[in-house]
Antibody, heavy 112, light 106 residues
Framework: EVQLVESGGGLVQPGGSLRLSCAGS????????MSWVRQAPGKGLEWVSV???????YYADSVKGRFTISRDTSKNTLSLQMNSLTTEDTALYYC??????WGQGTLVTVSS | EIVLTQSPATLSLSPGERATLSCRAS??????LAWYRQKPGQAPRFLIY???SRATGIPARFSGSGSGTDFTLTISSLEPEDFAVYYC?????????FGQGTKVEI
């Protein structure tokens, strides 16, 4: 059974950094395209970043230059390093496998 | 960026009725369109990919159609768990984008 468990969310001040992790089980992270999708409170969905099995990455314009997606094959995990956070980044962040399987999300709150 | 516009914003129906949801793209996405259902407090669930293919485990009451810029999700007979928000999403061109959602309510 495929499982995705996110962690690392929390409260951070504007300008701060946070690193999200997603532990995968029942599949190999590096063999799939993996994404981060976020949802601001009461709002719709926004695709943040994707990493393909070959290593190619893409970012939404809203996070380009501030966020970095990566994976650790030895731990079968996906990560999202988030720097220079603003209040606009407040959201529930989901880890997604191949667009099909979603974790339950980890909440990031950017506030002073 | 490709903009997806979903209509209607809200659909008021009863269990057993047929639901027809629309998603229009600002430019062609070929058949690279997916549909998701999101119930309150839950992660989205993958329903349809490539415009008309049902994802694993999705019941036959869900069907998708369309190509290019106009797409439809049809739920033939609404079950209680289908009252939720539905999102379309294109994977034709990065950045991948979602529609704003259609809420199906009782």
């Amino acid at each position: 059974e495929v499982q995705l468990v996110e962690s690392g969310g929390g409260l951070v001040q504007p300008g701060g950094s946070l690193r999200l992790s997603c532990a995968g089980s029942g599949f190999t992270v590096s063999s799939n395209y993996m994404s981060w999708v976020r949802q601001a409170p009461g709002k719709g969905l926004e695709w943040v970043s994707v990493i393909y099995s070959g290593g190619t990455t893409y970012y939404a314009d809203s996070v380009k230059g501030r966020f970095t997606i990566s994976r650790d094959t030895s731990k079968n995990t996906l990560s999202l390093q988030m720097n220079s956070l603003t209040t606009e980044d407040t959201a529930l962040y989901y880890c997604v496998r191949s667009g099909a399987d979603w974790g339950q999300g980890t909440l990031v709150t950017v506030s002073s | 960026e490709i903009v997806l516009t979903q209509s209607p914003a809200t659909l008021s129906l009863s269990p057993g009725e047929r639901a027809t949801l629309s998603c229009r793209a600002s430019q062609s996405v070929s058949s690279s369109l997916a549909w998701y259902r999101q119930k309150p407090g839950q992660a989205p669930r993958f329903l349809i990919y490539d415009a008309s293919s049902r994802a694993t485990g999705i019941p036959a009451r869900f069907s998708g159609s369309g190509s290019g810029t106009d797409f439809t999700l049809t739920i033939s007979s609404l079950e209680p768990e289908d009252f939720a928000v539905y999102y379309c999403q294109q994977r034709s061109t990065w950045p991948w984008t979602f529609g704003q959602g259609t809420k199906v309510e009782i």
